[in-house]
């Protein structure tokens, strides 16, 4: 079964750049019409997708982040990358990453636990 594990840090500072790490395991993420999502929630609020690389390693960001957000992976690890660079409290979130399969915008069928970042000084 393929399984999506985040890690990183739970605590940014404000400026900082914030870079998570999304481990694939039991597929890989080269697999054609898979891609691989970040999403994040902030307190109180709702989801929000952030960005997506596909199999193909082509990467699609929300155009509310694209400026500060770069989604990267290592094939070699089976990992996918988010990278948020000057961050601000606006960004504390619960931040997952999910699969999508095929063209289906926004439609998952694999997520991850979550992991909790928070930006504060």
């Known amino acids: 079964q393929v399984q999506l594990q985040e890690s990183g840090p739970g605590l940014v500072k404000p400026s900082q750049t914030l870079s998570l790490t999304c481990t694939v395991s039991?597929?890989?993420?080269?697999?054609?019409?898979?891609?691989w999502s970040w999403i994040r929630q902030p307190p109180g609020r709702g989801l929000e997708w952030m960005g997506a690389?596909?199999?193909?390693?082509?990467?699609y960001y929300s155009p509310s982040v694209k400026s500060h957000t770069s989604i990267s992976r290592d094939t070699s690890k089976n990992q996918v990358t988010l990278q948020l660079s000057s961050v601000t409290p606006e960004d504390t979130a619960v931040y997952y990453c999910?699969?999508?399969?095929?063209?289906?915008?926004?439609?998952?069928?694999?997520w991850g636990q979550g992991t909790q970042v928070t930006v504060s000084s």
């Open positions: 999910a699969r999508q399969s095929g063209w289906n915008y926004h439609i998952y069928d694999l």
């Open positions: 039991g597929g890989s993420i080269t697999t054609n019409n898979y891609f």
């Open positions: 690389i596909a199999y193909s390693g082509n990467t």
